[in-house]
């Protein structure tokens, strides 16, 4: 059988270089055009990607996209719908018209304006939602006679002025809760409208431990010998204000007991000069577990992991101008101009009748015997005064320069001998499964 070579390349007479030649032609002639193509694209991409950047940077600068956008969007989701609806047939365009007016009755801002009412949030929507500051849930534990009352008297006027809500607790002598008054107290913190500023005698409370967000504490503490005594007169006389409290608070104080001398007190061991009541500061930082109330070096050490890991500042008495203007510098949407309010004449002549009357200092031997008592005290007092002085460095403020406060002679023999506690995370596990049938998830 013979072949067919009509369509050989060598047909007409055409010679192999001919063919080689007009190859050659038409590769580089359609070589050119994929290169041209390329540098085109190339250009169109970098151009792409360098308005994407600046469309970008644009957008974090003014805090959103620009208002033609969102009108935009507001007008394609909206009544895009309404516009593609339209092209089903027209069985199903009532359908589409039902599900259309669901939609707008459902939107609280789309709706048919009545006459003479403003249509901008028709067309703009509703505000946007509030930006809080953070943190935006601070709570204050105050310890007693820690100058408490100077600083709530503080925080009505700031709240006024910085609008955020404080919320004071009128409840002085309940500051240990069983576990369901604890989540109880938790919930109802968690659910008041934020920005807040929760204050309460109470001590510290774990609210990750009931899984509740927790929020941030601040504190104020002095030195434990002092803040007792100024309890130790306040309980029996009262202060500057007139209002007679401490008949309120001491209804049943007999006169033997309320004009009772501090030192015969203090050196015949009665229960008010003597332990536990003496130990007071740390289990405000310590917490509810039953063990933050004996006096010993496990309660100490949990309670400064605590100011650690969950007070923004805890500060001292004896320097409250800078505690002041710490939280100013920490919290300025709370704290904002605090100092100029403490200084104003109006406030001072406020302040000035907070003072405990009658107070005056037992004696040196006295003043010993109460020091062993709250060794334990002044060893959390000094880590926080040493805590708060680092904080006032680091942001430029100097601090006065005072010794650090030694044991007596009396003291340096003595050994701290506390027993090992149950752990609070083995009793955990039963604590959950006890709350889980009553707690409500926030």
Not at 172 to 192: A, F, G
Not at 243 to 265: A, F
Not at 275 to 283: D, E, G, H, Q, V
Request: proline share 7%; glycine share 6%; charged share 25%.
């Amino acid at each position: 059988m013979m072949k067919n070579f009509s369509h050989s390349p060598l047909h007409n007479n055409q010679t192999p270089n001919h063919i080689r030649e007009r190859n050659n032609k038409k590769f580089s002639l359609f070589s050119a055009i994929p290169l041209r193509l390329s540098l085109r694209g190339y250009g169109f991409c970098m151009a792409t990607l360098f308005l994407f950047c600046f469309g970008s940077l644009f957008y974090q600068l003014n805090g959103g996209p620009p208002k033609i956008l969102l009108d935009i969007r507001q007008y394609l989701g909206v009544f895009g719908k309404f516009h593609w609806s339209l092209r089903p047939q027209v069985g199903s365009l009532l359908v589409h018209k039902d599900r259309l007016a669901r939609e707008l009755t459902g939107r609280p801002h789309v709706r048919t304006p009545r006459r003479g009412e403003s249509t901008y949030l028709d067309d703009h929507g509703p505000p946007a939602p509030r930006i809080l500051p953070f943190p935006s849930q601070v709570v204050y534990n105050r310890v007693g006679k820690c100058g408490s009352r100077t600083v709530v008297i503080l925080l009505k006027t700031l709240a006024e002025k910085h609008q955020f809500n404080l919320i004071s607790s009128d409840i002085h002598n309940k500051t240990r809760l069983s576990k369901h008054e604890q989540v109880d107290l938790m919930k109802n913190i968690s659910n008041i409208p934020q920005p807040f500023l929760y204050t309460r005698h109470v001590h510290f409370l774990n609210f990750t431990r009931f899984r509740i967000e927790q929020p941030v504490y601040i504190n104020i503490i002095r030195d434990p010998i002092n803040r007792f005594l100024s309890n130790y007169f306040f309980r029996r006389f009262g202060d500057w204000r007139g209002e007679q409290n401490h008949l309120i608070r001491t209804p049943g104080m007999k006169d033997d007991e309320r004009y009772l001398d501090i030192n015969v007190c203090i050196l015949e061991n009665y229960p008010e000069c003597s332990n536990p009541r003496l130990f007071y500061i740390i289990p405000y930082f310590c917490g509810q577990h039953p063990q933050c109330r004996e006096p010993g070096v496990w309660a100490l050490e949990r309670a400064k992991q605590n100011v650690v890991e969950n007070f923004l500042l805890v500060g001292i008495l004896e320097e409250l101008e800078d505690v002041l203007l710490l939280l100013e510098r920490l919290l300025p949407h709370y704290f904002s101009g605090v100092l100029g309010i403490y200084k104003s004449p109006d406030y001072r002549k406020m302040g000035n009748m907070t003072g405990t009357v009658r107070k005056h200092t037992p004696t040196l031997e006295a003043l010993q015997v109460l020091y062993h008592r709250m060794r334990y005290e002044y060893d959390f007092y000094n880590f926080i005064r040493d805590q708060f002085h680092l904080m006032k460095k680091k942001i430029g403020l100097k601090s006065i320069s005072r010794p650090p406060a030694h044991q007596a002679s009396f003291l340096r023999e003595l050994e701290f001998h506390t027993p090992e506690p149950l752990d609070e995370d083995e009793e955990l596990e039963t604590d959950l499964e006890d709350a889980n049938s009553w707690l409500v998830q926030p």
